[in-house]
């Protein structure tokens, strides 16, 4: 059982930053990959970033344009998406999730999910 906890979300305006954290509970954690995912409202939930187990692979949705970057210290069982140049469009709540078998866009796939963060961006 993985227990995430998502925190760092807010009110910031256009063009600023956010640090998003996601901390396990797990001492597994290593063994996980990790995803962000956001829900605006009345849409779906939509892939912002994975990262592999190790670090090593990290992938982006096309929005995100450079803007994001996802990275984890497994020692501190935690994982960061690090949110540069913000959008009003880029307003959600944004959850982290942890995958067992490397890593997915798909929100399906994933097999704990925290409760996630509120990120509101002012035009």
């Known amino acids: 059982q993985v227990q995430l906890v998502e925190s760092g979300g807010g009110f910031v305006q256009t063009g600023g930053s956010l640090r998003l954290s996601c901390a396990a509970s797990?001492?597994?954690?290593?063994?996980?990959?990790v995803g962000w995912f956001r829900q605006a409202p009345e849409k779906e939930r939509e892939f912002v970033a994975t990262?592999?187990?190790?670090?090593?692979?990290?992938y982006y949705a096309d929005f995100v344009d450079d803007r994001f970057i996802i990275s984890r210290d497994n020692a501190k069982s935690t994982t960061w998406l690090q949110m540069n140049s913000l959008k009003p469009e880029d307003t959600a709540v944004y959850y982290c999730?942890?995958?067992?078998?490397?890593?997915?866009?798909?929100?399906?796939?994933?097999?704990?999910w925290g409760q996630g963060t509120q990120v509101t961006v002012s035009s």
């Open positions: 999730a942890a995958i067992i078998n490397g890593v997915s866009r798909r929100p399906g796939e994933y097999d704990y």
């Open positions: 797990a001492r597994t954690f290593s063994s996980y990959g």
């Open positions: 990262i592999s187990w190790g670090g090593g692979s990290t």
